[in-house]
């Protein structure tokens, strides 16, 4: 059984597009997260949800809109879609919201804009 | 903000040399974690130190976290294709992790 999926595995689309990827763990644990991993294999976080509250809020722009229907579930949803958000972007999640925690990583979403 | 830094970037190593990524930070931390990511895949968690100059291995990895608990390395033995990836440390920042940008290894046969 897969601990932490996402959907789709890979997404092409338009600039200006708005898109959605979803997250699922079913590992019991309270915090997701979503990290974009750059070009360059730059891991940054941008969300963290704890129980289905929002922890942190890194400098991601508004376009971005996460959200957790439960705590099983982080969806991210896109707005106006630009060249720039090409990335691959991973969903995450660990037992609780402190950095003592192994994370797990769903496979990412393979996001490119054209 | 807290940052961990890590080099080498890159490393292009013969099957069966020695390899070692080192991760540093401005400010002590409480813990370390380390992930590996294979070509295409996705993060995967492989160790985290704790105490001050703790050394863990892993088959032929080993681990350790600085006596000032400021560094870290990671150093495996004998390389195999197998190790093939990029290699995290990861920091503790807040309530989650901040990853160095990674070691990326190759190993040729």
């Known amino acids: 059984d897969t601990a932490v999926s996402q959907t789709p595995k890979y997404l092409v689309t338009q600039m200006g597009n708005d898109k959605s990827i979803k997250c699922e763990q079913n590992?019991?644990?309270?915090?997701m997260y979503w990290y974009k991993q750059d070009s360059k294999k730059f891991l940054k976080i941008m969300f963290s949800y704890n129980n289905k509250e929002l922890i942190i809020n890194e400098t991601v722009p508004n376009r971005f809109s996460p959200k957790s229907p439960d705590k099983a579930h982080l969806n991210l949803h896109i707005n106006s879609l630009e060249l720039g958000d090409s990335a691959v972007y991973f969903c995450?999640?660990?037992?609780?919201?402190?950095?003592?925690?192994?994370?797990?990583f769903g496979p990412g979403t393979r996001l490119t804009v054209t | 903000g807290q940052q961990v830094m890590q080099i080498p970037q890159y490393q292009h190593v013969q099957e069966g040399e020695d390899f070692t990524t080192y991760c540093n930070s401005s400010t002590t931390l409480s813990n370390i974690q380390w992930y590996k990511q294979r070509p295409g895949g996705h993060p995967v968690f492989l160790i985290q130190l704790v105490k001050s100059g703790e050394v863990k291995k892993q088959k032929r990895l080993t681990f350790q976290f600085g006596e000032a608990k400021k560094n870290s390395s990671l150093h495996i033995t004998a390389t195999q294709t197998t190790d093939v990836g990029t290699y995290f440390c990861?920091?503790?920042?807040?309530?989650?992790?901040?990853f160095g940008k990674g070691t990326m290894l190759l190993v040729s046969p």
């Open positions: 995450a999640s660990s037992r609780e919201t402190t950095a003592s925690y192994e994370q797990y």
């Open positions: 990861a920091g503790p920042r807040y309530s989650t992790l901040t």
């Open positions: 590992l019991g644990h309270d915090t």
